[in-house]
């Protein structure tokens, strides 16, 4: 806009400025419609000045200030909106668009207290072994290998493992030698930075790109992937470039084996393999030819004999070779042909990528398509599954013919295919529209306003998908900051978790029941079975069973009966007359909804205020102190605080 | 009938107040109760993961194959008088001995057994076979539904906009809602009936049942009038008193315990119409063993379970069908360790009134070497969408099967006739 006032500043007369100033009005005009922001901080009724350039129009300081909270971070603890006001809202959005450059040394603390997270996939394999192989090393049974296992723990009693020993006593999950210790500290530091991180947009990307590149914890090698996973692949990306955040996922392990492309190969690979061989074997002869040449085992001296390790191609090295050996004992052939069999293309990671993380199912592919992009992500694979996984390209297995994506010809050769098709897929219109309309889904509305994710995929586009332009871009929109959108979405489980305990400033011990919480509302973290991930729409988080554990959770929280977890609700009375039902019930208000609760839910929860249950009048004492517990509880779980 | 009339009672004056949206689906089970004799039929789904080995469960006694392939965890062939032995069914197949319990149901023609089943996805790992049975649409992962939820769409979809079913229709016996039960339409995971209620003072219940009632939100208000009313339901119905009737013992196990709350809650008739249930611990590598062993005890501690809810619900095992299934089956020969590795085919049980039992299902493909699959399994002649399509057109009425498993043509021609009716 500056820009504007100067070029009408310097627009008089002559006919060639004119048309030098028509020119410039011409381009200024596409650079207006070009570049998004420019457009957006133009609102029909300016902001005002504590909005900074934020396009605010609809929304009261607070409530800006709550939305802001709510939507860019995990709901706001005592004090926050106050320490907001102070610095400025835009101070704080332009912070939380650059997390490297808040101090978190706080939550870095907390998370020492888990030790896998630092570990490396080959380490967390040494430490906590896949109980069936290692039961199979020692030739024994599983059960007794995990009854082993319990008894190497360090103090007597309890089997900790047991979830009734650990709901009593949570901090015994240290004790935990078995993998299912991995999956548990990756949840509870995730509800740590949740609650705890100053980087609290970087929190809510993190969650929304693991679940966007979704990976589950639940199958096979996954468990001892998904820790590097998070840490390598996803967190140094969230508002990185959306190109670097692809390929890492694309060369993660835990992708790889997840989505089964580590066994793609070209089908063709093995009898190219044989022939490489048999002309070696040949040259190898011509040369070096003595027949009379016999090996250790008496046979004819074959230096190219070892053929490339099979079991790179038929799976999980272990089971294959047994299941090799088991067959062929009875059916040599049939071996042999399942061998065959086994090896080829796997389209799954290529189907996923084009409709999960790039275009989009509608984003206009074919079959074939799914089925080239296959082909160019042939030898993508990795090597020690079991002992220290690491993604590995195989140019023996990679298919080294032409394809042709979306109509486009690839022809590098080599991991330069898949990469080329990553570029392809980055730059497609589809993945612009597709992934502005999940994150606008995820931060503004279960329905985005058109407009909003036009300008958010546009910058997308321009900027070549780098994810903190399109963040920037949606909340310098008008439509983040409408009141349509306020309070409009559900929270998912994990957001009502960890903001029910932002909101009452808990001290948090141990979170592990905390994410047992998360898990029976409805969300076990790092448990999602489907590669679509978690929805981030309403309906999948409002049903009977979920609403009545977002009660009970409110209850427990509130009355201090989750272990791990102190609530202090002397200090948040602190200048409150703790014998005034309505001045509790005014604090709790003000606490978790900013004040913002609707008449009805108020005098509800004012009639209650009246039950002896409540009140713990005695008729002798008629000025004891109301059971707050009871108030906050119902303020935690009142329709208000479902929402953000 | 005390109880619907209290809650029908109760909801029209909810209705006269003006909220009509919510309380359809008690309307309709009290429609559905006032119709004598029209009860409404109901699916049990246990799923049994970790791949049960189907041929140490119903033996291929007739096949000296199995003997061969299996020299230390055989089941020896029927022999009177050996309780050591397989149970004869027709001459060909034999119960484990373990599965005693569930002799009389075969011989009373209300349980049947499906051979040879399983899902043409062949994948040998549990991950990717249940995800694909679950989904029941075996090589598509992306399937982001289950297939028994998308059964209670379609029926759903047919419902009048302000209408809605018993929260109560589908249940998981569970801490979390599996992926078969898994989609668009309400289902409710139940760890424990017992424990679904709101853990607070009746002030603070109370509170939250008002709150919920005039809540602004118009998605919040139906749920939470759904879920207080059906608190209310199993209230009345008092669970933690449940007493089975008929003698019946359940199990303790936790497959022994769920089984009972399932029979509680269609007793209690509210509405219920589908039952998922799963156990674990059929994933045997070490030391399976024969007549004795790991198999043995899941086995008995399933027949026990499924013979008790059998007894337990009585006459009203008409409306009923359980059906059971499972990832995959097991290699034939048994491996280096006394145990199994993941086969392909295996067995589903099938019990109900309305099953036309007594009889072993499916083409049964022979254990000779060029019979088995790839060398090694029972081969697949069954595809497990075809037993559960019959029981979704036959037993629940639903014949749009095209929605409940797409890609998948249901012909009523391939129907095993597992059915009477």
């Known amino acids: 806009m500056q820009r504007r006032s100067s070029v009408a500043g310097w627009l008089p007369w002559t006919s060639r400025r004119l048309r030098t100033a028509g020119l410039l009005l011409c381009w200024l005009g596409l650079l207006t419609l070009a570049v998004p922001s420019l457009r957006a901080q133009r609102p029909a009724v300016s902001a005002p000045a504590w909005a900074g350039r934020l396009p605010i129009t609809e929304l009261t300081e607070e409530e800006a200030i709550l939305h802001a909270l709510n939507r860019l971070g995990f709901g706001p603890r005592p004090g926050e909106v106050e320490r907001i006001r102070a610095m400025g809202l835009e101070t704080w959005i332009r912070a939380q668009l650059h997390p490297e450059q808040i101090h978190d040394a706080a939550v870095a603390r907390r998370l020492e207290r888990y030790p896998t997270l630092t570990m490396s996939s080959g380490q967390l394999l040494e430490e906590f072994p896949n109980p069936a192989l290692a039961a199979r090393r020692m030739g024994i049974s599983v059960e007794e290998y995990r009854r082993r296992m319990q008894e190497q723990r360090p103090s007597p009693g309890e089997v900790p493992a047991s979830l009734r020993a650990l709901a009593q006593d949570p901090a015994r999950y240290t004790e935990i030698r078995l993998p299912g210790r991995i999956t548990a500290e990756l949840a509870m530091a995730k509800l740590t930075r949740a609650i705890y991180s100053e980087r609290q947009l970087a929190e809510v990307l993190a969650d929304f790109w693991f679940n966007h590149f979704n990976v589950f914890a639940g199958k096979g090698a996954d468990r001892w992937l998904i820790t590097s996973y998070e840490r390598d692949a996803i967190r140094p990306h969230v508002l990185g470039k959306f190109r670097d955040l692809l390929g890492a996922t694309a060369e993660h392990p835990a992708m790889l084996f997840y989505l089964d492309n580590w066994l793609s190969i070209d089908p063709k690979a093995y009898e190219r393999l044989e022939q490489e061989l048999t002309r070696r074997r040949e040259l190898f002869q011509q040369r070096f030819g003595n027949a009379s040449r016999r090996d250790r085992f008496g046979e004819p001296f074959d230096p190219f004999f070892v053929l490339p390790r099979q079991s790179r191609m038929a799976g999980d090295p272990r089971r294959a070779d047994r299941q090799q050996q088991s067959a062929a004992a009875g059916n040599p052939q049939a071996a042999q042909q399942r061998l065959r069999q086994r090896r080829g293309l796997n389209e799954n990671y290529a189907r996923e990528l084009l409709e999960l993380h790039t275009l989009g199912v509608d984003g206009g592919y074919t079959q074939q398509d799914i089925l080239e992009v296959a082909r160019a992500f042939t030898g993508w694979t990795l090597r020690a599954l079991n002992r220290d996984p690491e993604f590995y390209f195989d140019a023996r297995l990679h298919d080294p013919g032409e394809k042709i994506v979306l109509g486009k010809k690839i022809h590098y050769g080599g991991k330069k295919d898949g990469e080329a098709v990553l570029d392809l897929l980055v730059r497609h219109p589809s993945t612009a529209r597709f992934i502005a309309t999940k994150l606008a889904r995820r931060f503004v509305s279960d329905t985005p306003p058109e407009s909003l994710v036009a300008r958010m995929a546009e910058t997308f586009q321009k900027t070549d998908g780098d994810i903190r332009a399109v963040v920037q871009s949606m909340v310098y929109s008008p439509e983040f900051w409408s009141r349509q959108v306020y309070r409009a979405k559900i929270k998912k489980p994990f957001e009502l978790v960890a903001s029910a305990v932002r909101a009452l400033g808990a001290e948090v011990e141990v979170p592990l029941l905390l994410v047992s919480w998360v898990e029976r509302i409805g969300e076990p973290l790092y448990q999602c079975q489907p590669p679509t991930g978690y929805s981030d729409r309403a309906e999948a988080w409002v049903n009977t069973g979920a609403l009545l554990h977002r009660l009970n959770f409110a209850i427990a929280l509130a009355a201090n009966r989750v272990r791990g977890v102190r609530v202090d609700l002397t200090g948040l009375l602190a200048r409150t007359d703790p014998r005034d039902p309505h001045a509790v019930l005014d604090r709790a208000v003000s606490q978790f909804l900013a004040g913002q609760i609707s008449p009805e839910t108020r005098t509800t929860i004012e009639r209650q205020l009246a039950d002896p249950q409540i009140r713990q009048a005695v008729l002798d004492d008629p000025a004891r102190e109301i059971n707050a517990a009871l108030v906050f509880g119902l303020v935690l779980g009142a329709p208000e605080f479902q929402r953000r | ?421």
């Open chain 2, 1 to 421: 009938m005390e109880l619907t009339r209290r809650v029908f009672l109760k909801s029209s004056g909810i209705a006269l107040l003006g909220f009509s949206a919510l309380p359809g689906f008690l309307t309709r089970a009290v429609a559905a109760s006032q119709q004598k004799g029209s009860r409404r039929k109901i699916l049990v789904v246990l799923f049994q993961r970790g791949a049960l080995d189907g041929l140490n469960a119903v033996i291929p006694y007739g096949e000296a194959n199995y003997y061969r392939l299996r020299p230390t965890i055989a089941i020896p062939r029927p022999q009177r008088g050996n309780r050591e032995a397989a149970l004869d069914l027709d001459g060909f197949f034999g119960l484990h001995p373990s599965l005693e319990p569930l002799l009389p149901l075969f011989s009373n023609q209300e349980l049947a057994i499906v051979h040879a089943v399983g899902s043409p996805a062949y994948t040998r790992s549990h991950f990717d076979a249940q995800d694909y049975m679950e989904s029941g649409t075996p090589g598509r992962k992306s399937t982001p539904d289950g297939w028994l939820n998308r059964h209670l769409q379609v029926s759903d979809a047919e419902l009048a906009e302000d209408r809605r079913e018993s929260p109560f229709r589908a249940v998981a016996l569970g801490p979390a809602l599996p992926r078969t039960l898994a989609g668009a339409a309400p289902a409710v995971a139940l760890a424990d009936v017992r424990q679904f209620q709101v853990l607070a003072p009746q002030a603070v219940v109370g509170g939250f049942e008002a709150m919920y009632a005039q809540a602004v939100d118009q998605a919040l208000r139906g749920v939470g009038q759904e879920m207080f009313e059906a608190m209310d339901i199993l209230r009345r119905n008092n669970p933690a008193r449940y007493q089975p009737e008929n003698g019946a013992e359940y199990p303790r196990s936790r497959f022994g315990q769920a089984l009972l709350q399932v029979a509680q809650l269609i007793k209690a008739d509210i509405g219920l119409e589908c039952a998922f249930l799963d156990s674990g611990g059929w994933d045997h590598h070490v030391n399976e063993g024969g007549v004795q062993g790991q198999l043995a005890n899941l086995l008995r501690d399933l027949a026990q379970g499924l013979a008790a809810f059998h007894r337990d619900l009585g006459e009203r095992m008409a409306d009923v069908v359980l059906v059971t299934m499972s990832e995959f089956g097991r290699t034939v020969h048994e491996n280096g360790n006394r145990g199994t590795d993941h086969g392909t085919a295996t067995c589903f049980f099938v019990l109900g009134g309305d099953v036309r039992g007594g009889k072993v299902y499916g083409k049964w493909p022979g254990l000779e070497r060029e019979q088995l699959f790839e060398g090694r399994d029972l081969a697949l002649t069954t595809d497990f969408r075809t037993v559960l399509s019959e029981l979704i057109a036959r037993h629940l009425g639903n014949t749009q099967l095209d929605a409940v498993f797409p890609g998948f043509t249901a012909d009523q021609k391939t129907f095993l006739g597992l059915l009477r009716s």
